[in-house]
């Protein structure tokens, strides 16, 4: 990546209605454990477009997605956005209830976003390509 991709507005972000009633939720009852990323996390869902599940295109990331992306230093990364239960950094999975996962909930190829780390620093990444889990391309 040679051209910075530091943004000063967040970019579009679609979520599916399914996930957006679950990470409604899973944020609301995180509030008193994790204030910051829940409070993000709500802030993010109440700027998104939110469209039926069976509506939402396979290159959005949403729960269940592996998600390519390049950092502002040029690194790539491939994580997968898992629910906190199933994170595991080893494994390359991600929780929704960190500060990265919410930041890349809802973006798609070619989108970037600025976030901040919990110990504040700020980061930023540009997504380059996003595949739909199994479980999210058996829509019903």
């Known amino acids: ?27 609301t009852s995180a509030l008193d454990r994790f204030p910051e ?11 998104a477009e ?8 396979d290159n959005v990331v949403q729960i269940g997605s592996t ?3 390049e950092t502002a230093a040029g690194a790539q990364r491939e994580v997968r956005l898992v629910y906190p239960g199933e994170a595991d950094i080893a494994e390359g999975k991600v929780s929704i209830l960190t500060p990265i996962g919410t930041a890349l909930l809802g973006l798609s ?12 620093s700020e980061h930023e990444l540009r997504v380059t390509a996003v595949r739909a889990s199994e479980s999210v391309l058996q829509k019903s």
């Open 1 to 27: 990546m040679n051209e910075p991709i530091r943004n000063q507005t967040k970019p579009r972000i679609i979520v599916n209605d399914v996930d957006f009633d679950r990470l409604t939720q899973l944020a």
């Open 37 to 47: 990323v829940a409070e993000e996390l709500l802030i993010e869902l109440d700027r």
């Open 50 to 57: 939110i469209v039926p599940a069976v509506e939402i295109e």
């Open 67 to 69: 998600v390519l992306f």
């Open 109 to 120: 190829p070619g989108q970037a976003i600025t976030w901040k780390a919990r110990d504040g």
